[in-house]
């Protein structure tokens, strides 16, 4: 995939810019499914949204930081799946997960939803 700048909406509205990097495919008991993954120098990023979204985990998704192998490969291990700041804290601008990396199947793997008076928390 042709590296192109993207913009990525925010949970406050404003926008974040991100290279979209790569898409990669993968399988998940037995369906393919397709994401996209950005990079966001010196790294990457990976906001996820599975079938567990707004049920067992944060709502508009959560967040992987896949790593560079020394063979130049990338490690997506979702038990690595974390909640955006704002999960925690609706002052924090998180960007939204785009269409491009939802998931209909469940991911059960990664932080789930969080504890204490998250349910109060207005989720983007």
């Not at 909406?9 to 898409?23: A, N, P």
């Not at 944060?58 to 700041?85: I, S």
Request: charged share 20%; with cysteine.
């Amino acid at each position: 995939m042709k590296d192109t700048k993207t913009l990525k909406e925010t949970s406050t509205g404003s926008v974040q810019s991100y290279i979209r990097y790569s898409t990669f495919k993968f399988s998940v008991d037995g369906p393919e499914a397709e994401l996209t993954l950005f990079s966001d120098p010196p790294g990457f990023f990976l906001p996820v949204a599975d079938a567990l979204a707004g049920k067992a985990t944060y709502g508009t998704g959560r967040y992987l930081e896949p790593k560079q192998l020394p063979n130049g490969r990338l490690l997506v291990d979702f038990n690595y799946a974390y909640n955006p700041y704002c999960a925690y804290n609706e002052l924090f601008s998180c960007p939204l997960t785009p269409i491009e990396t939802r998931l209909k199947v469940p991911i059960p793997a990664g932080e789930k939803l969080p504890a204490g008076d998250w349910l109060g928390h207005k989720q983007p």
